[in-house]
């Protein structure tokens, strides 16, 4: 069955733009979470939907926001960017809630220029 | 909070050599525990799992043994290919989300 497909894989944008980006779980499962991976900080949890809720968020500011749609497809937006935020953000996909066994997508490669 | 520590890299052997990465953990409760593997311009991809002690999970090759004693899951291959140059992340997860290790570059030479 298809795995995670997250959209675009790239893109840059500029100091104080927004960005949103895409992600499709694997059919069946209910649960989405985002992570951002960089250099210095490495993996960080970001948020997790499950069932349209966001049920669990991370230590980040709220010009990181996200949704899940009915289908289980989840956007996350970033709003006002700056240069940290420069980062491959990943999504990963479960079936239940909580993370007990999860698959990632290839990543979406944000930079702020 | 829980927190995951693995040994610092790279780590640069030779083909056909014995492989060991070193992870453990500081968490409440009874985690689930994780290997995950990074191809360069790639996501994660679940290496193996174990979700209570003593558990083994094995994949590939690879094996880890879940040691709440010592609260430790060392990822173990006994014989590395070119192709496992990677990065791998050792993970927990105690029912809310992944907390991730810093990563170990693995390199392996032919």
């Known amino acids: 069955k298809a795995g995670v497909t997250q959209t675009p894989r790239y893109l840059i944008k500029t100091r104080g733009q927004q960005v949103t980006l895409s992600c499709s779980p694997i059919?069946?499962?209910?649960?989405v979470s985002w992570y951002q991976q960089t250099p210095g900080q490495g993996l960080q949890f970001l948020f997790e939907y499950f069932s349209e809720t966001q049920r669990n968020k991370g230590n980040f500011p709220g010009r990181f926001s996200g949704r899940q749609f009915s289908n289980s497809r989840s956007e996350m937006n970033v709003s006002t960017l700056e240069l940290g935020d420069s980062a491959l953000y990943l999504c990963?996909?479960?079936?239940?809630?909580?993370?007990?066994?999860?698959?990632f997508g290839q990543g979406t490669r944000l930079t702020v220029v | 909070g829980d927190s995951v520590t693995q040994m610092e890299g790279p780590v640069t052997l030779s083909e056909e050599a014995f492989l060991t990465i070193n992870c453990t953990y500081t968490a409440t409760g009874y985690p689930s525990l994780f290997w995950y593997v990074q191809y360069p311009g790639e996501g994660l991809q679940l290496l193996l799992k174990?979700?209570?002690?003593?558990d083994k999970g094995s994949n590939k090759g690879f094996e880890a043994t879940y040691r709440k004693e010592t609260t430790s899951f060392h990822l173990e291959k006994g014989s590395v290919q070119v192709s496992d140059s990677a990065v791998y992340f050792c993970a927990l997860s105690n029912g809310n989300k992944l907390v991730f290790g810093a990563g170990t570059i693995l390199r392996v030479k032919s």
């Open positions: 059919s069946g499962h209910r649960s």
């Open positions: 174990a979700t209570k002690a003593d």
């Open positions: 990963a996909s479960s079936l239940y809630q909580g993370n007990t066994e999860a698959f």
